[in-house]
């Protein structure tokens, strides 16, 4: 249970009180109607992110902070969403190591992917990530 405000607001509107399936519908879920400035944002790219996804045949993207390490996004939105991967319960997954070693290695042009680990927010399937800092 996240003990951040801000990170229990978004996983309770996104996560607790989404009203479709845990790891194979919640992405359904595109404005949770709460009135919030994330709400609106999230309406408007969270189609675009969907899209990516089936084009590629992605399972999940990720929008994280790369001075916090806070996931501020993900399609998905499994448990991981709204954590931090330095610290939070997720740091020490394959995602979290990726994650440090591009914001470490300060590079626009690094990109990293990591073996497959039986991944927890996805109820134990296995899972590799595929990482690369994104401008705005």
Same mark, same amino acid.
């Given at each position: 249970?996240?003990?951040?405000?801000?990170?229990?607001? !978004?996983?309770?509107? %996104?996560?607790?009180?989404?009203?479709?399936?845990? #790891?194979?519908?919640?992405q359904d879920l595109t404005d =949770? +109607?709460?009135?919030?400035?994330?709400?609106?944002?999230?309406?408007?790219?969270?189609?675009?992110?969907?899209?990516?996804?089936?084009?590629?045949?992605?399972?999940?993207?990720?929008?994280?902070?790369?001075?916090? !390490?806070?996931?501020? %996004?993900?399609?998905?939105?499994?448990?991981?969403? #709204?954590?931090?991967?330095?610290?939070?319960?997720? =740091? +020490?997954?394959?995602?979290?190591?990726?994650?440090?070693?591009?914001?470490?290695?300060?590079?626009?042009d690094d990109f990293k992917v990591t073996?497959?680990?039986?991944?927890?927010?996805?109820?134990?399937?296995?899972?590799?990530?595929?990482?690369?800092?994104?401008?705005?």
């Amino acid at each position: 249970m996240p003990t951040d405000p801000v990170r229990r607001y !978004l996983q309770y509107h %996104y996560i607790a009180a989404n009203p479709y399936a845990y #790891a194979s519908k919640k992405q359904d879920l595109t404005d =949770a +109607d709460d009135g919030s400035a994330y709400s609106r944002v999230h309406k408007i790219y969270h189609r675009l992110f969907g899209k990516m996804v089936n084009i590629f045949g992605y399972v999940d993207v990720f929008l994280i902070d790369v001075e916090t !390490l806070d996931i501020v %996004y993900s399609y998905q939105k499994t448990a991981e969403f #709204a954590t931090n991967l330095g610290n939070g319960p997720y =740091a +020490d997954t394959n995602l979290g190591q990726m994650v440090r070693a591009l914001r470490k290695a300060g590079d626009r042009d690094d990109f990293k992917v990591t073996d497959f680990e039986f991944y927890r927010p996805n109820l134990g399937q296995p899972m590799a990530f595929i990482g690369s800092p994104v401008d705005w």
